[in-house]
């Protein structure tokens, strides 16, 4: 019989009205964009005191924690310097370049890497200084750390691999009408996507094959 693989999602957002009218929260995008068939996913939520231990971590497979935030995390703990955005806030769809001197054939990016991969971006912090013990796998001209490994144990992504357009404008649109975001900066943010999309196909077999250590051509 083969073990039923198990995966702790670590959500550290509310879900909007629209994601959940939508798609039943966002731990059903995330499920829908890195779950299989035959697995089990399991929701903590580490937000307004909601978070309880329910199992014991030394039990999953792996754990997933919202994109952006894990990187914020993860440097913070080890050592590393995280602020404001030192370009501003990003939103909107953007390039990031691979290191590709970084990345190892065979790995979780298949035998060749991409140069770049377009990723919806939706960030006001960034990482300043990364730890001695990451490894720094893409960069671009808006944020110097946009993706980092430490080790074969946490893949960190800025941007926001589980996102797609829909998502975006609803939050730019909830942004806007909380007064936060500038209508002028809003429509230069949905203006990135408007003869493009994010790679999402690829991000989503990086991000499996980096989750249940396998190896897939992006």
């Known amino acids: 019989m083969v ?20 798609y039943g929260g966002y731990f059903n995008v995330f499920v829908s964009t890195f779950g299989e068939e035959g697995e089990q996913w ?26 952006s935030m894990t990187l914020s995390i993860l440097c913070r703990i080890k050592g590393g310097k995280i602020g404001r955005a030192s370009r501003g806030a990003d939103m909107g769809l953007r390039s990031i370049t691979m ?23 939706c960030h006001q912090d960034e990482v300043l200084e990364l730890p001695k013990s990451a490894t720094l796998l893409a960069y671009s001209d808006k944020c110097n750390v946009e993706m980092a490994s430490f080790g074969n144990h946490f893949l960190s992504i800025q941007g926001h691999p589980e996102y797609n357009k829909e998502i975006l404008f609803e939050i730019i649109d909830r942004v806007v009408n909380m007064k936060l975001m500038e209508q002028d900066c809003a429509d230069k943010a949905k203006e990135t996507m408007k003869n493009r999309e994010p790679d999402r196909k690829q991000w989503q077999t990086l991000c499996k094959s980096f989750l249940k250590g396998r190896s897939e051509q992006l």
């Open 42 to 67: 399991d929701l903590f939520r580490v937000i307004d005191g909601e978070f309880r231990r329910k199992i014991l971590i030394s039990t999953m497979d792996s754990l997933s924690v919202e994109a």
């Open 99 to 121: 290191a590709k001197d970084a990345v190892k054939p065979g790995g979780f990016f298949g035998e060749k890497t991409p140069n770049s991969l377009a990723i919806i971006k």
């Open 3 to 22: 073990e039923q693989k198990r995966f702790a999602l670590f959500l550290a957002t509310s879900d909007s009205a629209f994601v959940k009218k939508t």
